[in-house]
Each structure stands twice: as structure tokens, then as C-alpha cells.
């Protein structure tokens, strides 16, 4: 079991990313206030000092500590310290980010030191923007000097400043989607006081909006965390946190992309290169901003204007060619300025347009490309030649798409969010998605999609004319290859179906995993009853364990007019997601006959 203190943003994204691995876990917050609604989530509310923590890990078994709590929450923080200590267990800290500030604000360690340089640099109408809790922090400020308070408009906050004696009408309430820059030259206070509460605590919002209006600016630092907790700031380091600490949690493991991998290589390769530092992890940071830090195999300085360094792909649980393979980056000076990708062994090269890549590139992906720039580009401002290489990578690509993609030599270096996720659907789709721009980009006049090769084998034949590009797998995303097909640009698709996927998707359903979806015999038998089918007929479906068993229909008229029916309402459900165009549903037989087919053209 696994308990997390919330009651935040971090605090939700806790349970949402806990929630996904189908376990029980519990949610402690000291209020009722916040709204978290999760399947397998326990609830908890009321403070919990280190002894009660001790008590409940104890009786319930905890494993885990996740401490999503607010920065501020500095007593909270020191009892999850203390009762880890006592239980020997881990904690995990999910911080939130805190991006790169103006040299324009002032620093303050803690509430009364900022009291005392407030009143030192004369400030007389002061914005508070700290929170209730601080209102009696603050108090040797108020007391003396005009102060406005935002705070939270409930009952608890009125009845806080009330009490410690701060004039009720000198409170203003936070809503939702304010502009902070209009409130501010509304109100037009000498400065503001705010905590360093990160990105999610709209901290940064308040910042440009206070500089916008000429207003100095005040920030209480966030108090230092106890020693020893596990730091992430993202979903995707709080996944692989709980992975490595709770072994079988989550039933599969995630990964990291080639370019996360590329981008933490290539990284270490120049701290080695300008700093003769030879780092066993670096820290990368994600498209999404989040941090995430990876193990270096190998980094050294090869002379003067070189250095390679290199990490082991982990894909997790994920059926990648690339697991356990090597990621290489070779860092050199170069005369010209900016950052130059160069191709490796085992990375193949762009020959086909389509791809987002210039024809004659290595096939690093655009989002790697970035990873990489970002990273570097905040090391060292001159010029870099960048070469990626993957040892294995020439006969890796042979398991993959991409000859058909026109990427010869090698692998690709992709990745979108830089994370793999267990058996993707979200790397499947996006395989998909560049073949089908491929195919638009060398002219092909029909997208042909079939489940695998075996489909696409036989309707091969039908279109002698086409390129190899124009024939597209879906595997079992129907309903995604349709949509990037019309997003695209194609207006003539044809697509090729065997019975077993023919019946789930005469259902309506678009994904035609096993996993999600078996054949339906009660829908099979509603639908030959409406087609009239003969009693015999309607007991081959009762008994039949297989959708192919339907080619065995004795009854021919039943069979033409039970299959016209199945591919109509394969064409109804595939419609509305390719409006504009040609569709051409293609149901193969046993032997590789194209025997029944339904097509519409809407222009």
C-alpha cells in the first residue's frame, strides 16, 4: 500500500498517476475542501502528526510515503521525516517546478525577515498574496502599514483574519482566471508579497504581472525539505519512483524514448568535453518541463575537441527494439555556430519526404532535435556537431517500420513526451501516423490501410500502381488511422478487414484489441435475425467459438446477405470519421478473396 499527502495540484497528479496501476492506495488531506475523485483510492482527512503517520503506516501496511504536500507545509514535511525514520520506508517527494526568476525580486528566508526589509525600504501599501495561514506572520507589518489581503473566499478565512484582529474590510477574494495585472494597477500598492510557490501555485503569473505595473516584489523562499527524500516533479519520475520502490505496483514498467536517452548522452558528452566532468547520471528535462534523471554507461573525453558518452535504452515493459541497446553521443567543437546533427552508426538517414525531416538527414526526430538544443544550449553557446549512434541500430531497423518508411541504415531517434509508456497505443498510433504522411508526401492517390501483413497481402494486387508507401498497417486502431487519414489530406481510402475484426467493428467498436473487445454472438444473432436467416444459421452462430466460423454458413443466400450487412454497418461506424472522401471497406475471405466490399463516395 501507498499513502500520499495532498490537498494540491501535486496532490491530485499523485492520485491520478497512482490510480492508473488499478491498486489501492490512500489520499490524506487535512481538509474536506479538495475535490479528488479516484477508482481505487481511499480517502483520509484530519492532521496527522508523526505518531499518528507511524500508526497508520503500521496498521495498513504502507510501503510508500508520497509527500505531494504544499512547499509550505514545513510541519508536515518534518512528521512524514520523522515517521519514514521509524518505519525504515522511502519517501517520495513530487515538487513542483520552479522555473528561472527576475533578478528584479527580493529575496526573503522567512516571514519576519521580510517584515523587517519591507519596512526597511519603506514600503507603506503592501499586496499580500500569501495565504491566510500567514496573516499573522505578517502582523508586525499590518499593524503598522497599509495592507491588503487576497485570500480564499471561504468562511475559514474570514473567520482566521477576524481573529487575529486584521480588518475584515481590507480582505479582497481570489477569483478564479483573474488578471492579475488589472487587479494590481486596480489596486496600486507599493509592492506585493508573495511565497515561491511554483508553477502550479500561479507564481509566475504574479511576477510578470507585479513587473508589468512598475510594483517591487517580495518572495518568502520555500523552507528546505528534510534530507533523504526521493525528489521528482512530474508524473512520469513519480511512476518510475513507485516502480523501482514498490515492485509490482503498476502490473508494467515505463521507459524512456531513444531521444530522452540521445538527449542525456549527448548532455553528459559535453560536460565531459568543456567541464572534464564525468557524470554517472544526468538529469534531462522532458517537452512537458518535467526533470527526470538517467544513468550514464559510458562518457569519456576522446581528445582535445571530442567526447562520447552513452546510456542504456530501458523501454520498460514496452516491446521496443532498442531495450537494452546503447544510445550514443559523440560531442565536438564546430567553427560553425549552433548545434549540427550528424549521422552515426546504426541511425538511418531520411530518403523519403513526409517525415518532417529534410530528405538526407538522420532520422532524429523533431522533439529529440529540440531536447538535445535545449539541454546543450545552456552548457555552451558556440558551435556543436552532435552524432548519434546505436551499435545495433542496422539490424534493429530491419524489426521496424522504418525501410518502409525510406529511413535506411538504421533506427530512428523519436520519441513525443520523451516517456515510453508500457505496450503503447500512443507509439503504435504515432507509427502510424507517419506512414500516412509519408504516403501523402510521395503522391500516393489512395491510402490503403490493412490489420497486417497478411490483409495487406491480399489486397495488394487490387492497386498494381501504387507505391509500397501507400499501404498502411492499423493493427487494431481503426478509428485513429481513419481520423490521421483525413487530417492528412487523402480522399480515396481503402481498407482491407478479415471477419473477426469485421463483426466487433460492425459493432461499433473502432479499437479492435482482444484486450478490449471479444466477438459478440448475441450481437451476431441480432443481426441474422434482422437479415432472416434460417434457424440452422442462427445455430451455427450460437455454437461457433470464432468469427471465421462464419465463412462456414451452408446457407448461401444467408451468408450474402448476413456479410452485405456486416461490411454496410463497418462503413456506417467508419464514415463519420473519414466524411470528405472515398471509403472503400475491402472483407477478405479465408483464401485471400476480396468476397464482399461496400463503397461510398461523399465530395
Same mark, same amino acid.
Given at each position: 500500500?501507498?499513502?500520499?499527502?495532498?490537498?494540491?495540484t501535486?496532490?491530485?497528479?499523485?492520485a491520478e498517476t497512482?490510480?492508473?496501476a488499478?491498486?489501492?492506495?490512500?489520499?490524506?488531506?487535512?481538509?474536506?475542501?479538495q475535490?479528488?475523485?479516484?477508482?481505487?483510492m481511499?480517502?483520509?482527512?484530519?492532521n496527522?502528526?508523526?505518531?499518528?503517520?507511524?500508526?497508520?503506516?503500521?496498521e495498513?501496511?504502507?510501503?510508500?510515503?508520497?509527500?505531494?504536500?504544499?512547499?509550505?507545509?514545513?510541519?508536515l514535511?518534518?512528521?512524514i521525516?520523522?515517521a519514514?525514520?521509524e518505519?525504515?520506508i522511502?519517501?517520495?517527494?513530487?515538487?513542483?517546478?520552479?522555473?528561472?526568476?527576475?533578478?528584479?525580486?527580493?529575496?526573503?528566508?522567512?516571514?519576519?525577515?521580510?517584515?523587517?526589509?519591507?519596512?526597511?525600504?519603506g514600503?507603506?501599501?503592501?499586496?499580500?498574496?500569501?495565504?491566510?495561514?500567514?496573516?499573522?506572520?505578517?502582523?508586525?507589518?499590518?499593524k503598522e502599514?497599509?495592507?491588503?489581503f487576497r485570500?480564499?473566499e471561504?468562511?475559514?478565512?474570514?473567520d482566521i483574519?477576524?481573529?487575529?484582529?486584521?480588518?475584515?474590510e481590507?480582505?479582497?477574494?481570489?477569483?478564479?482566471?483573474e488578471?492579475?495585472?488589472l487587479?494590481?494597477?486596480q489596486?496600486?500598492?507599493? !509592492?506585493?508579497?508573495?511565497k515561491?510557490?511554483?508553477?502550479?501555485?500561479? =507564481?509566475? %503569473? *504574479?511576477? #510578470?504581472?507585479? +513587473?508589468?505595473? &512598475?510594483?517591487?516584489?517580495?518572495?518568502v523562499?520555500?523552507?528546505?525539505?528534510?534530507e533523504?527524500?526521493?525528489?521528482?516533479?512530474?508524473?512520469?519520475g513519480?511512476?518510475?519512483?513507485?516502480e523501482?520502490?514498490v515492485?509490482?505496483?503498476y502490473a508494467?514498467?515505463s521507459?524512456?524514448?531513444t531521444?530522452?536517452?540521445?538527449t542525456?548522452? !549527448?548532455?553528459?558528452?559535453?560536460?565531459?568535453?568543456?567541464?572534464?566532468? =564525468?557524470? %554517472? *547520471?544526468? #538529469?534531462v528535462? +522532458?517537452p512537458? &518541463?518535467?526533470r527526470?534523471?538517467l544513468?550514464?554507461?559510458?562518457?569519456?573525453?576522446?581528445?582535445?575537441?571530442?567526447?562520447?558518452?552513452s546510456v542504456?535504452?530501458?523501454?520498460?515493459?514496452?516491446?521496443?527494439?532498442?531495450?537494452?541497446?546503447q544510445?550514443?553521443?559523440?560531442?565536438?567543437?564546430?567553427?560553425?555556430?549552433?548545434?549540427h546533427?550528424?549521422?552515426g552508426?546504426?541511425?538511418g538517414?531520411?530518403?523519403?519526404?513526409?517525415?518532417g525531416?529534410?530528405?538526407?538527414?538522420?532520422?532524429?526526430?523533431?522533439?529529440?532535435?529540440?531536447?538535445i538544443?535545449?539541454?546543450?544550449s545552456?552548457l555552451?553557446?558556440?558551435?556543436l556537431?552532435?552524432?548519434?549512434?546505436?551499435?545495433?541500430?542496422?539490424?534493429?531497423?530491419l524489426?521496424?517500420?522504418?525501410?518502409?518508411l525510406?529511413?535506411?541504415g538504421?533506427?530512428?531517434?523519436?520519441?513525443?513526451?520523451?516517456?515510453?509508456?508500457?505496450?503503447?497505443?500512443e507509439?503504435?498510433v504515432?507509427a502510424?501516423?507517419?506512414?500516412?504522411?509519408?504516403?501523402?508526401?510521395?503522391?500516393?492517390?489512395?491510402?490503403?490501410?490493412?490489420?497486417?501483413?497478411k490483409?495487406?497481402?491480399?489486397?495488394?494486387?487490387l492497386?498494381?500502381?501504387?507505391?509500397p508507401?501507400?499501404?498502411?498497417?492499423?493493427?487494431n486502431?481503426?478509428g485513429?488511422?481513419?481520423?490521421i487519414?483525413?487530417e492528412?489530406?487523402?480522399?480515396?481510402?481503402?481498407?482491407?478487414?478479415m471477419?473477426?475484426?469485421?463483426?466487433?467493428?460492425?459493432?461499433?467498436?473502432?479499437?479492435?484489441h482482444?484486450?478490449?473487445?471479444?466477438?459478440n454472438k448475441?450481437?451476431?444473432?441480432?443481426?441474422?435475425?434482422?437479415?432472416?436467416c434460417?434457424d440452422?444459421?442462427?445455430?451455427?452462430?450460437?455454437?461457433?467459438t470464432?468469427?471465421?466460423?462464419?465463412?462456414?454458413?451452408?446457407?448461401?443466400?444467408?451468408?450474402e446477405?448476413l456479410f452485405?450487412?456486416?461490411?454496410?454497418?463497418?462503413h456506417?461506424?467508419c464514415?463519420?470519421?473519414?466524411?470528405?472522401?472515398?471509403?472503400?471497406?475491402l472483407?477478405?475471405n479465408?483464401?485471400g478473396?476480396?468476397s464482399?466490399?461496400?463503397?461510398?463516395?461523399?465530395?
Amino acid at each position: 500500500m501507498i499513502l500520499i499527502f495532498g490537498g494540491t495540484t501535486e496532490g491530485r497528479t499523485a492520485a491520478e498517476t497512482l490510480d492508473e496501476a488499478g491498486q489501492p492506495f490512500y489520499y490524506s488531506t487535512r481538509g474536506t475542501l479538495q475535490e479528488v475523485t479516484c477508482r481505487n483510492m481511499t480517502r483520509l482527512t484530519g492532521n496527522m502528526d508523526s505518531e499518528k503517520i507511524i500508526s497508520f503506516c503500521r496498521e495498513h501496511d504502507i510501503r510508500l510515503i508520497i509527500d505531494a504536500a504544499h512547499p509550505f507545509a514545513q510541519q508536515l514535511h518534518q512528521n512524514i521525516f520523522l515517521a519514514a525514520k521509524e518505519l525504515t520506508i522511502k519517501v517520495v517527494r513530487l515538487e513542483r517546478i520552479y522555473p528561472e526568476l527576475s533578478e528584479e525580486i527580493i529575496w526573503c528566508d522567512d516571514f519576519e525577515g521580510a517584515v523587517a526589509r519591507m519596512k526597511q525600504d519603506g514600503i507603506e501599501k503592501l499586496l499580500a498574496l500569501t495565504g491566510t495561514q500567514t496573516i499573522t506572520k505578517l502582523q508586525g507589518f499590518w499593524k503598522e502599514h497599509d495592507c491588503i489581503f487576497r485570500v480564499l473566499e471561504r468562511s475559514e478565512s474570514v473567520d482566521i483574519a477576524i481573529k487575529a484582529g486584521f480588518p475584515k474590510e481590507k480582505l479582497i477574494f481570489y477569483q478564479p482566471e483573474e488578471d492579475e495585472s488589472l487587479l494590481f494597477k486596480q489596486l496600486s500598492p507599493q !509592492a506585493i508579497i508573495t511565497k515561491e510557490s511554483g508553477s502550479s501555485g500561479g =507564481f509566475i %503569473e *504574479k511576477i #510578470e504581472a507585479a +513587473l508589468k505595473n &512598475g510594483i517591487k516584489i517580495y518572495v518568502v523562499r520555500r523552507p528546505p525539505l528534510p534530507e533523504g527524500f526521493i525528489t521528482v516533479n512530474g508524473k512520469y519520475g513519480l511512476r518510475r519512483a513507485v516502480e523501482l520502490n514498490v515492485p509490482g505496483f503498476y502490473a508494467l514498467r515505463s521507459g524512456f524514448t531513444t531521444g530522452t536517452c540521445a538527449t542525456a548522452a !549527448a548532455k553528459a558528452a559535453l560536460l565531459a568535453l568543456t567541464e572534464e566532468c =564525468f557524470e %554517472e *547520471k544526468t #538529469e534531462v528535462t +522532458l517537452p512537458d &518541463g518535467e526533470r527526470v534523471v538517467l544513468p550514464i554507461y559510458k562518457v569519456e573525453k576522446t581528445d582535445e575537441n571530442t567526447a562520447t558518452a552513452s546510456v542504456i535504452k530501458d523501454a520498460g515493459d514496452d516491446p521496443d527494439v532498442t531495450h537494452g541497446h546503447q544510445i550514443v553521443a559523440t560531442v565536438s567543437f564546430s567553427d560553425s555556430p549552433g548545434i549540427h546533427f550528424l549521422q552515426g552508426k546504426g541511425v538511418g538517414k531520411v530518403t523519403l519526404p513526409g517525415l518532417g525531416l529534410t530528405v538526407g538527414e538522420p532520422a532524429i526526430n523533431s522533439t529529440p532535435r529540440k531536447m538535445i538544443v535545449n539541454e546543450l544550449s545552456l552548457l555552451y553557446g558556440g558551435g556543436l556537431d552532435i552524432t548519434i549512434s546505436v551499435p545495433e541500430g542496422e539490424a534493429l531497423a530491419l524489426k521496424t517500420f522504418n525501410p518502409k518508411l525510406g529511413i535506411i541504415g538504421g533506427i530512428s531517434i523519436i520519441g513525443t513526451s520523451g516517456i515510453v509508456k508500457p505496450f503503447s497505443s500512443e507509439a503504435f498510433v504515432d507509427a502510424i501516423r507517419k506512414e500516412v504522411e509519408v504516403a501523402y508526401a510521395v503522391n500516393a492517390e489512395r491510402l490503403v490501410i490493412n490489420s497486417g501483413a497478411k490483409s495487406e497481402k491480399f489486397v495488394r494486387s487490387l492497386y498494381p500502381n501504387l507505391p509500397p508507401q501507400a499501404f498502411v498497417h492499423y493493427g487494431n486502431f481503426i478509428g485513429e488511422t481513419l481520423k490521421i487519414a483525413a487530417e492528412t489530406g487523402f480522399q480515396k481510402v481503402s481498407m482491407g478487414i478479415m471477419i473477426g475484426k469485421a463483426v466487433k467493428l460492425a459493432e461499433g467498436h473502432l479499437d479492435t484489441h482482444s484486450k478490449k473487445v471479444v466477438m459478440n454472438k448475441d450481437f451476431l444473432k441480432e443481426i441474422a435475425i434482422q437479415c432472416s436467416c434460417s434457424d440452422e444459421t442462427l445455430a451455427l452462430i450460437e455454437q461457433m467459438t470464432l468469427a471465421r466460423e462464419l465463412w462456414g454458413i451452408p446457407n448461401k443466400k444467408d451468408k450474402e446477405i448476413l456479410f452485405n450487412k456486416l461490411v454496410q454497418l463497418c462503413h456506417i461506424h467508419c464514415t463519420p470519421l473519414f466524411p470528405k472522401g472515398e471509403l472503400a471497406i475491402l472483407l477478405i475471405n479465408e483464401t485471400g478473396e476480396i468476397s464482399y466490399q461496400f463503397h461510398s463516395t461523399l465530395f
